[in-house]
């Protein structure tokens, strides 16, 4: 299962210092693998990692084995992506009845449309422009708390989930945390079950929580979250604005067919634009709650 995030340019090696919470004071630093497409193994704690085998009968420290398919599994060796979990509680212990309601909560969006982002049907609900267009920076809505979910809005779109193709573009605006980090809000995570996620911030960093490790992401920098991956997204300290001014906002791509990979190489030489030394990849983490 490929997951990564690009390099800070001048960083020389995968040691990272970032403060976590946008209340809180202190740092903590960072680990990552470096490369894209590569194999990795790390463990949050000792002996956590079966030795010499994927799935064996009684598992160390009484963990759950679970296999995340990235493809079907019967894709040849170069192709074929998957990540082998060992938690603390099966993943089906962390689902819920409750989901995010459906459909416009004003006269602006259209009663088809998601109340947050995703599920637009893009025959009815867009329009083909042939003019050239641009727009401008992602607004926050005034005077309300928006964490990452309820920030984002479908800007673009083709194709079909449902038939693995085409892709999503959004925009995110948002000033609250999913989880509690910083606050004593909710907790909440999310995955993507269509395809996978390129997000890029434009402006602030990102603290992002996956189930297989933590990620920070700054301007400048692009994150991509595969699909069936649960995260969270949170914000990093602000430094420069009162913490009830400062939000966050990019852009989100969203692809149906596949994963993503760097292009190859041969017309430019022999050295790409984006190396897979590039690329860090997360590294285990738990936390007991």
Request: charged share 20%; glycine share 10%.
């Amino acid at each position: 299962m490929v997951f990564e995030k690009t390099s800070f340019p001048s960083s020389t090696n995968n040691h990272l210092t970032m403060c976590v919470g946008s209340t809180s004071s202190c740092s903590e630093e960072l680990i990552y693998h470096h490369g894209f497409g590569n194999h990795f193994e790390s463990e949050a704690y000792p002996g956590a990692l079966p030795q010499g085998r994927n799935n064996p009968r009684v598992v160390p420290l009484g963990l759950y084995t679970e296999q995340l398919s990235g493809t079907a599994f019967t894709a040849p060796r170069n192709e074929n992506r998957r990540t082998w979990l060992y938690r603390a509680q099966p993943s089906v212990s962390g689902t819920s009845n409750s989901f995010c309601a459906c459909g416009g909560d004003d006269d602006t969006v259209s009663p088809s449309l998601p109340e947050f982002f995703g599920g637009a049907d893009w025959s009815k609900d867009m329009k083909l422009d042939p003019n050239p267009m641009r727009w401008g920076a992602t607004p926050l809505q005034p005077g309300k708390r928006v964490n990452f979910i309820q920030g984002l809005h479908t800007l673009l779109g083709s194709g079909d989930a449902t038939c693995k193709s085409g892709i999503g573009i959004y925009l995110y605006a948002f000033n609250t945390d999913m989880s509690g980090i910083s606050s004593d809000d909710e907790d909440l995570h999310m995955y993507n079950s269509d395809g996978d996620f390129l997000i890029v911030p434009q402006q602030e960093s990102l603290w992002i929580q996956t189930e297989l490790g933590r990620l920070t992401v700054a301007p400048g920098e692009i994150c991509v979250i595969p699909r069936g991956i649960v995260f969270t997204v949170n914000m990093l300290n602000f430094e420069n604005e009162a913490e009830d001014e400062a939000f966050a906002r990019g852009y989100m791509l969203e692809i149906f067919r596949g994963h993503f990979q760097l292009p190859e190489l041969g017309p430019i030489g022999s050295n790409g634009l984006a190396n897979s030394r590039d690329f860090l990849h997360p590294t285990a983490y738990y936390e007991s709650k």
